[in-house]
């Protein structure tokens, strides 16, 4: 099958998948819609969950591409930088998108989608732990072999505020635009992976301030 008859089916599907949710989501009206015959559908994708998992990795690897692109610089902790901004520029631009990958996904499409996105996972945590263990916090907290440079810790301060915003934004919770928040976060996951590493101080716009509890 022709690259371009797979990039039309994941097209049309992502759109059905993303307005119907996946309970309504069917493979022939996917194929109804771009005209397709059965034999063809079922060649590309042979069942509904593995449409939809098709979907679901290739929304996903978009993702990862985006967020690690500004992970190559000398500063560990612009790279950090880079990485909340490219997180909330993704999401704002890829809405409905977003709320599918942050959802949970019924097990059947989780299988499909499992074998190629695990080796997408291994290397997005691999670029991503090797901007994390060349921060300060990293040697701060030490390694070990279930907790290197104390990974899961610096992801969670790094990410984790930025992620939880973006989580009530496609729902609906919360108006103001993702990308509205990028200083903001920016400077509170700095913060947060300074303190982190059990640094009393740190500078917040151009002046050294301290967190609570650090002196």
């Known amino acids: ?3 371009s008859t797979r990039d ?13 949710g996946y309970p309504a989501f069917t493979v022939a009206a996917v194929r109804d819609a771009l005209g397709l ?14 449409l939809a998992a098709a979907v679901y990795v290739t929304g996903m690897r978009d993702y990862q591409r985006a967020a690690v692109a500004g992970l ?4 560990p902790e612009d790279a950090v930088r880079a ?7 993704w999401v704002e631009d890829h809405r409905d998108l977003a709320r599918f990958l942050f959802a949970t996904q019924p097990p059947e499409l989780a299988a499909h989608a499992e074998p190629e996105l695990a080796q ?3 290397e997005f945590y691999a670029a991503l732990t090797a901007c994390y263990r060349a921060l300060p916090v990293a040697g701060a907290l030490g390694s070990g072999t279930s907790d290197p440079g104390g990974y899961p810790a610096i992801h969670a301060v790094a990410l984790g505020p930025a992620q939880e915003y973006c989580r009530q934004w ?3 919770t919360v108006d103001t635009p993702p990308r509205t928040l990028v200083p903001a976060l920016q400077q509170a996951a700095i913060a947060g992976l300074r303190a982190l590493g059990g640094q009393p ?6 002046s050294v301030e301290h967190l609570p509890g650090a002196e």
Do not use: C, W, Y
């Open 201 to 206: 101080g740190i500078l917040l716009s151009g």
């Open 120 to 122: 997408h996972n291994r």
């Open 83 to 89: 990485f909340i901004a490219a997180h909330l520029a």
């Open 1 to 3: 099958m022709a690259e």
């Open 72 to 75: 190559a610089t000398s500063d």
């Open 37 to 50: 015959s059965s034999g063809s559908m079922f060649h590309a994708f042979p069942s509904k969950p593995a």
């Open 170 to 172: 496609v729902r609906g």
């Open 8 to 20: 039309r089916i994941l097209a049309e599907a992502t759109s059905q998948l993303l307005t119907k």
